[in-house]
């Protein structure tokens, strides 16, 4: 067991927070790379497209998700402008709802789905299925009988099992479906063991090391109702070094030309997923897409040169790196509390009216974000803070370590940025807690994308 995080791993004596946290020398100032394009601050107080925190809160409550529209779509943009011949799937799992299915479809990105209930999200916001892609370690016969029946695009196979499912869905409904079979290259992602998937002793997809590749690639050519469209390969989430895409990437090329040997297909298209790290705190040093794609595309043409094969249609799947950067987290601070740790030594903590209920990253993978004093100046001096939420767990920790103004106090704003993926997504109802709204805004206008929970919704679900 791994010491808790409000135990003995803190409590040092002197402890002025992890090495890669810098004491700013005004901590009001904000580090603009974490956040969306349009946020700053105005007279102190923390803007996104001309809308200020405060007004904000005052209108929408907190906690809630902030999106900085033109943001999310710049960002899907400049993936589908660094590989113009590729397909970019947004992966929605990062965060989907109605609105976020509509900006991704404006800006001409394909959607990665991965439960019947994506898919429903999609289809909600008429999403064009022909565009959408169907993942899922274990999708029912439900699930892929409608995708089938609306048309989706493609549909990634993940298991034995989803070839014979869709054996008969297929005779049963008439139809042909066009599938990419997933496969384990065997790379280590420098990531968090829960989100990084592609080394050998995980569920997902079939692995190149036994042979199981190969032989799902043998068992959907002999399906008459599938049609084989290439490889996927996604080796994991948050990763920085391009070193893993490398390895994968000639992996994969590598199965995609034997293929080609040992069956006499010529697959047409290859996925190499998505994964591409963002900025959370100032330790975090991420690509552009613009960057991704050169070496990419240059390690696809090179591998595909050495090997005497024609270079497939590419797909890729950004999640994280188009939502994410986008939003930020608004609450309310409601209590703080310093607390004497070894030697004379205190902590701050700051206590928030969210949490671990909208956002899990912290405790499940122990993320690190920062934030920021969004309500007001200050002139006190910058004190370490542990920012907490209000859940009934001491390891309901929002910001582990940040460099906050010695006054915050019940009723200040804090903001956190990059927030956009897989915090709403992650939300729980955890200590009855409704979850936050998403509000969307851009030039000057603000408006709720997903309303916020009440009491009634949840106490709805229960019928005594
Ligand atoms: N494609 C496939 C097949 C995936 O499984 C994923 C993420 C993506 C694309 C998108 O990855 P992204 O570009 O967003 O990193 N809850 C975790 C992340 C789980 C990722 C699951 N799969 C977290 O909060 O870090």
Known sequence: MRSHEAGAVHARAGDRGPTWLRTPEDPNELVSHLWASSVSKVDGVLTVAGESAIDLAEEFGTPTYVVDEDDFRRRARAFKEAFPAADVYYAGKAFLCVATARWVADEGLSLDVCTGGELAVA????????????????????????????????????????????RELTAELGVTASVLIRVTVGVEAHTHEYISTSHEDQKFGFSIAGGDALDAVRRVLAEPGLELRGLHSHIGSQIFVTDGFDVAARRILGVHAEVEKVFGVVLPELDLGGGFGIAYTTQDDPSTPADLASGMLKIVNDECAALGVRVPHLSIEPGRAIAGPSTF??????????????????????????GMSDNIRPALYGA???????????????????????????????????????????????????????CRSLASNYNHVPRAAVVAVREGEARVIVRRETEDDLLALDIG
């Open 123 to 166: 289809l909600k916001a008429e999403f064009p299925a022909a565009r959408i892609g169907m993942h899922g370690n274990n999708k029912s016969v439900a699930e892929l009988r409608r995708a089938l029946e609306v048309g989706v695009g493609r549909i990634i196979i993940d298991s034995v099992e989803e070839i014979a499912r869709l």
């Open 329 to 354: 987290t608004l609450y309310e601070v409601g209590t703080t509390k310093s607390v004497s740790l070894d030697g004379g030594v205190f902590r701050r903590y700051v206590s928030v009216d969210g």
């Open 368 to 422: 690190d974000y920062s934030c920021t004093l969004a309500s007001r100046t200050s002139d006190a001096p910058a004190v370490l803070s542990r920012v907490v939420g209000k859940h009934c767990e001491s390891g309901d920790i929002v910001v582990k370590d940040e460099f906050l103004p010695d006054d915050v106090a019940a009723g200040d704003l804090l903001a956190v940025p990059g927030t956009g993926a897989y």
